[in-house]
């Protein structure tokens, strides 16, 4: 087997057994780098040498006969939105082209102390605005399955990575959708885990009370991995939630007898692609097989999900990203006259589009006259969101609804940003509620595939992995890579 085509889990058991160096698998994922990205596109900055020095301490330490974490000498990918110290953070902004983390955020901290490997940092949608990758200041990230069709976003770099074989594992950010839908995309396994198990600290703010870092891995079994060490409470982050981490891997088994699974109607209708709800009936189809119990249940607000996460969370990136003035850090505008003149053209020059558009909108709902009409309603609809999936969480333990309901679509489409903005349907509630969600491949339609979402109660991602799991073992989904990367 190529070493970019391994998994966490068979990596490190050779790492171990001293079958491979750890210099030696990250010499291998560089060159898949240099082989594939010009194509892919997937990266923003690479670290090569201080990912080599890293690999040779995880070798000095197996050869020395100490025992090593599952992630250590294990190349990963990080979005470029989350701080690493020295390297760039330019959130694939103009704003921030030329800025560099002074600081580690949490989960890297955590990495770190599991002597993991960065590769280097991923392409995404501006400031994670965005759907397709396509509003990167930099460059636009291709899907590795069809080149000419968009990866999904905004973490999309992160998940062209892993479809690519450019990375093992790989980290994004997920304000409404942003983990999951891309790897429904890419055929692989993304999770967003609950709202405050996994610190935000050191991942540049959109949506403060959305926003979750998460894993993006070939299967479940890394991503458990990977959840083991970046979940934990942070001092720095007052949302992050003061819990116990389990060992997500001991989730991992072959089991859904008598699992309550619940499919609700709203999910299912107009907008559906017939050929993606095709492919999650069979999947449906499996796990009734396999001895789960399947419940039709009814969640009817979320047709105003989609709407209600427009409002809250461009009043939120409004408030955060007022901080890129052109003064402190980041780009400033030459020839200003005048401080307010500086201000203003320096947001207009450094941020793209879609950013201003949400910034506007954000601006517009928080404004005076405006703020109870939109803003507060929105987030009475939001508890009304969250008091439905308590409510059905009565009848079920987890809920299987499409990721995406298309697969992914050509580059450069045209599509009315409005119309993107509807193709979340299925991933914002997850967020608005705070819930844990998880997009593992089933299927194909039109030779891209297509992902099927779990989620689960709060806190109860071991569940959510554990029907994951299940539903992967029994399936041959998660041994196909893209094209571009060749068969497993």
């Known amino acids: 087997?190529?070493?970019?085509?391994?998994?966490?889990?068979?990596?490190?058991?050779?790492?171990?057994?001293?079958?491979?160096?750890?210099?030696?698998?990250?010499?291998?994922?560089?060159?898949?780098?240099?082989?594939?990205?010009?194509?892919?596109?997937?990266?923003?900055?690479?670290?090569?040498?201080?990912?080599?020095?890293?690999?040779?301490?995880?070798?000095?330490?197996?050869a020395a006969g100490e025992a090593i974490k599952p992630l250590a000498g294990i190349p990963g990918a990080i979005k470029d939105n989350?701080?690493?110290?020295?390297?760039?953070?330019?959130?694939?902004?103009?704003?921030?082209?030329?800025?560099?983390?002074?600081?580690?955020?949490?989960?890297?901290?955590?990495?770190?102390?599991?002597?993991t490997i960065f590769l280097g940092k991923t392409n995404m949608d501006e400031f994670a605005m965005g759907s397709t990758t396509e509003?990167?200041?930099?460059?636009?990230?291709?899907?590795?399955?069809?080149?000419?069709?968009?990866?999904?976003?905004?973490?999309?770099?992160?998940?062209?990575?892993?479809?690519?074989?450019?990375?093992i594992w790989s980290l994004g950010s997920d304000t409404g959708?942003?983990?999951?839908?891309?790897?429904?995309?890419?055929?692989?396994?993304?999770?967003?885990?609950t709202y405050g198990r996994v610190s935000r600290y050191g991942c540049v703010a959109f949506a403060s009370s959305l926003d979750q870092i998460g894993p993006i891995t070939r299967d479940v079994t890394d991503a458990a991995i990977v959840l083991n060490t970046i979940c934990g409470l942070d001092k720095h982050d007052s949302t992050?939630?003061?819990?116990?981490?389990?060992?997500?891997?001991?989730?991992?088994?072959?089991d859904v007898k008598g699992l309550r699974i619940g499919l609700p109607k709203e999910f299912y209708g107009a907008g559906l692609d017939p050929k993606v709800d095709a492919e999650l009936k069979k999947a449906v189809e499996i796990y009734r097989q396999m001895g789960a119990e399947i419940v039709d249940i009814s969640l009817p607000s979320t047709e105003y999900a989609v709407i209600?996460?427009?409002?809250?969370?461009?009043?939120?990136?409004?408030?955060?990203?007022?901080?890129?003035?052109?003064?402190?850090?980041?780009?400033?505008?030459?020839?200003a006259t005048s401080a307010p003149e500086m201000t203003t053209r320096s947001r207009t020059e450094g941020f793209g589009p879609e950013v201003r558009r949400r910034i506007m909108l954000g601006t517009y709902v928080l404004s005076s006259g405006y703020y109870d009409a939109y803003y507060k309603k929105a987030m009475q609809v939001r508890t009304l969101i969250r008091r439905e999936y308590d409510e059905a969480f009565k009848?079920?333990?987890?809920?299987?609804?499409?990721?995406?309901?298309?697969?992914?679509?050509?580059?450069?489409?045209?599509?009315d940003p409005l119309a993107i903005y509807l193709l979340d349907v299925?991933?914002?509630?997850?967020?608005?509620?705070?819930?844990?969600?998880?997009?593992?491949?089933?299927?194909?339609?039109?030779?891209?595939?297509?992902?099927?979402?779990?989620i689960g109660k709060p806190l109860d991602e071991e569940t959510v992995l554990r029907a994951a799991y299940t539903f992967e073992q029994a399936t041959n989904f998660h041994t196909q890579l893209a094209p571009i990367g060749g068969k497993k």
């Not at 390297?87 to 102390?113: P, R």
């Not at 959708?177 to 890419?186: D, E, K, L, V």
């Not at 969370?313 to 007022?322: F, G, K, R, T, V």
């Open 426 to 454: 299925c991933t914002i509630p997850v967020n608005l509620a705070g819930l844990p969600g998880i997009s593992v491949p089933c299927g194909f339609a039109d030779g891209m595939p297509v992902g099927m979402q779990l």
């Open 82 to 115: 989350i701080c690493i110290k020295g390297l760039k953070t330019t959130c694939s902004s103009k704003i921030l082209a030329n800025y560099e983390a002074i600081y580690d955020a949490h989960v890297i901290e955590n990495l770190k102390a599991d002597e």
């Open 135 to 167: 509003t990167s200041y930099f460059q636009t990230t291709h899907n590795p399955w069809d080149l000419s069709k968009v990866p999904g976003g905004s973490s999309g770099g992160s998940a062209a990575a892993i479809a690519a074989g450019e990375a």
């Open 308 to 335: 209600t996460y427009y409002i809250i969370a461009p009043a939120e990136a409004s408030a955060n990203l007022a901080r890129y003035d052109g003064v402190r850090y980041g780009y400033r505008a030459s020839n």
């Open 395 to 415: 009848k079920c333990d987890v809920l299987l609804t499409p990721t995406s309901p298309v697969p992914a679509y050509k580059i450069d489409s045209q599509m």
């Open 240 to 254: 992050s939630l003061p819990v116990d981490v389990p060992d997500f891997t001991k989730a991992l088994r072959q």
């Open 1 to 62: 087997m190529e070493l970019y085509k391994g998994t966490v889990h068979e990596l490190h058991q050779q790492l171990v057994s001293k079958k491979i160096s750890a210099v030696e698998l990250t010499n291998a994922m560089y060159d898949r780098i240099g082989a594939v990205d010009d194509q892919v596109k997937a990266y923003l900055t690479l670290d090569k040498q201080g990912a080599l020095a890293q690999a040779a301490k995880v070798d000095a330490k197996i």
């Open 177 to 193: 959708g942003s983990i999951r839908q891309p790897a429904s995309f890419n055929g692989i396994v993304g999770i967003k885990p």
